[in-house]
């Protein structure tokens, strides 16, 4: 079985910025070196596995990039897609950039634009001071940058 990609609800622009572009593409060439790579060294039915798991991979991740909409993040202090925000959330510095779901990785700071997170740090400005509810609750945020 192959593993979706990661969730993009249905009827949502599929945004990435013109590194998760980069991203998926490279991703494409890997899988793309993998497959040929196999050799069948007499498992027949081992490398056929291989080369289908793979080629299924590759149909859904061409699908993405297909309907994958590049947008250059705006320098315009606002917070937008592509943003780089620095905030002090509960006491807390914290700094996140806005992403497409494939580029995103929670680890590394990066949140999908589809994210609750994200809808609500959209069209906010260096100083603002709000509260917004996460998942794991209610939280104070202070804009301290956006990039």
């Known amino acids: 079985m192959v593993p979706p990609r990661a969730f993009l609800p249905a009827g949502v622009v599929n945004y990435v910025t013109p590194a998760g572009m980069e991203q998926l593409l490279q991703e494409r ?44 993040p705006k320098k315009t202090g606002e917070i937008a897609f592509g943003s780089t925000v620095a905030m002090r959330m509960n006491g807390q510095e914290i700094s996140i950039q806005i992403t497409g779901v494939d580029e995103a990785v929670a680890s590394k700071g990066k949140v999908p634009f589809t994210s609750p997170m994200a809808k609500a740090l959209f069209g906010h400005h260096p100083n603002d001071i709000f509260d917004i509810q996460l998942p794991a609750g209610m939280k104070t945020v202070k804009i301290l940058s956006v990039e």
């Open 29 to 72: 060439e890997e899988l793309l070196r993998e497959r040929d790579s196999i050799r069948t060294d007499g498992q027949e039915t081992d490398a056929r596995v291989t080369r289908n798991f793979l080629n299924a991979k590759l149909e859904l991740l061409e699908n993405r990039i297909k309907i994958a909409k590049v947008m250059e």
